[in-house]
Each structure stands twice: as structure tokens, then as C-alpha cells.
């Protein structure tokens, strides 16, 4: 499964277009937005990680950490205009250029990458805190994805 992720990362990190926005937060929020899609889709996440719902949103350290580890990607530390800490990440330019993702799952990444690309930081997050996980579910607490997609489509096939 971590390679299936680490494919996934490193394939945001090459196909979306503004590579300085590509922070720990939002890169990690996008993994979670690619793991809900995927539990809509095909009824399981991508990942085997349980999202927790903490006071940064959707989060969990694991994919971050495994970046950092990765000999393909680079974790550049930097400023946010308001002067705090950010660390981006991007492919090393020795990065051995093989991205191996389903046709399936490239579909899933795509749409996340077309739906967060054109949204400023605050206009990306207030998306990840309107899914429906993030909204029926209490803070500090654990989102079990694939029974959220459950509860969602079947409100969705009520109406």
C-alpha cells in the first residue's frame, strides 16, 4: 500500500500546475480528498489509514513522514506570506521519473487536482471541511471514509 501512495504523492507533486502551494497540509488534505473520492467511487479507501478529524481538519502525520524518507522527493523549507513555517514538497530532480497509478486512480487523482488546483488556501480548506465526513462527523474524532460513503450515498439515492 505505501507504494501505491507514494505513487500517488509523487504524481501530484508532478501534475499540479503550482508547485509552491504543494505544502504539508495541502498535499496531505489532497491525499485525504483522493482517499473519499475513492471510497464514493469503489466502496474502499486508497490508503488503510484512519483519518482523524483534529483541529487542522482531516489529518494524519504518516504521509508526510513517508515523503520525507522518499529518495525521489525534496521537502524545501520555506516562509508563508504571513511569515510563518511551511515546508514544500516537490520531486528531486533526480527522481527516477517512473509514476506507476491505475487508470482508475490516475481518473480519482485528476478530478481531486482539477477540483483544488484553481482555490486559494482558505477556498481549499473550507472544500475539505464541507465533505460530508468532515460535516457528520465530531471533531477530534476518527472518519471511517468508506461507511461516511455509505451514509452519503444513501441520503444522495433518498431524494
Do not use: C
Not at 516562509?79 to 527522481?95: A, H, I, P, R, Y
Request: net charge positive; no cysteine; proline share 2%.
Amino acid at each position: 500500500m505505501e507504494s501505491v501512495i507514494l505513487n500517488v504523492i509523487k504524481y501530484i507533486l508532478s501534475a499540479y500546475p503550482y508547485k509552491d502551494e504543494l505544502s504539508a497540509s495541502r498535499l496531505t488534505k489532497m491525499l485525504y480528498l483522493t482517499d473519499w473520492k475513492n471510497a464514493i467511487e469503489h466502496d474502499t479507501q486508497l490508503s488503510q489509514t484512519v483519518w482523524h478529524f483534529n483541529h487542522y481538519g482531516p489529518y494524519v502525520d504518516d504521509f508526510v513522514d513517508m515523503a520525507r524518507k522518499d529518495k525521489d522527493i525534496n521537502v524545501v523549507n520555506t516562509k508563508t506570506m504571513f511569515g510563518g513555517n511551511k515546508q514544500l514538497f516537490k520531486l528531486s530532480d533526480k527522481n527516477s521519473g517512473k509514476i506507476v497509478l491505475s487508470d482508475e486512480l490516475k481518473v480519482i487523482v485528476d478530478f481531486v487536482i482539477n477540483a483544488t488546483k484553481d482555490k486559494n488556501y482558505d477556498d481549499f480548506i473550507k472544500l475539505v471541511y464541507s465533505t460530508y465526513p468532515v460535516i457528520s462527523s465530531s471533531k477530534y474524532s476518527n472518519l471511517d471514509l468508506v461507511s461516511k460513503a455509505r451514509e452519503y450515498k444513501s441520503q444522495l439515492n433518498a431524494r
